[in-house]
């Protein structure tokens, strides 16, 4: 049974960081592009950042380039997002996604989810 398990939201205030982990199970974890989406209340679920399989091509949706890392540990079967200098518009629950082969942007081109894990971020 493939699970992908998000940790480490919560609050924050403004300008501070936080580290959401999603921890994936029952699939051979670096045959899979992996990605970080969020959604807002009332708001479309968007794209954050992705990597590919090997770790070695992040990319970033312009509103969090600069502030945000992805990262991926194929060994550990890990896949984390560092969350820097935070704004109250990155409140929203995040969540990781997976899918086989190339990475992409579109959330419909993702098949695997986890629950999601909230993050709040106040003025």
């Known amino acids: 049974q493939v699970q992908l398990v998000e940790s480490g939201g919560g609050l924050m205030q403004a300008g501070g960081s936080l580290r959401l982990s999603c921890t994936v199970t029952g699939l051979r974890f670096d045959n899979y592009a992996m990605a970080w989406f969020r959604q807002a209340p009332g708001k479309e679920r968007e794209f954050v950042a992705n990597?590919?399989?090997?770790?070695?091509?992040?990319y970033y949706a312009s509103s969090v380039k600069g502030r945000f890392a992805i990262s991926r540990d194929n060994a550990r079967n890990l896949f984390d997002l560092q969350m820097s200098n935070l704004k109250p518009d990155d409140t929203a629950v995040y969540y990781c996604?997976?899918?086989?082969?190339?990475?992409?942007?579109?959330?419909?081109?993702?098949?695997?989810w986890g629950q999601g894990t909230q993050v709040t971020v106040t003025s």
């Open positions: 990597i590919n399989w090997s770790g070695t091509t992040p």
């Open positions: 996604a997976a899918r086989s082969g190339a990475t992409k942007i579109d959330p419909q081109e993702y098949l695997l």
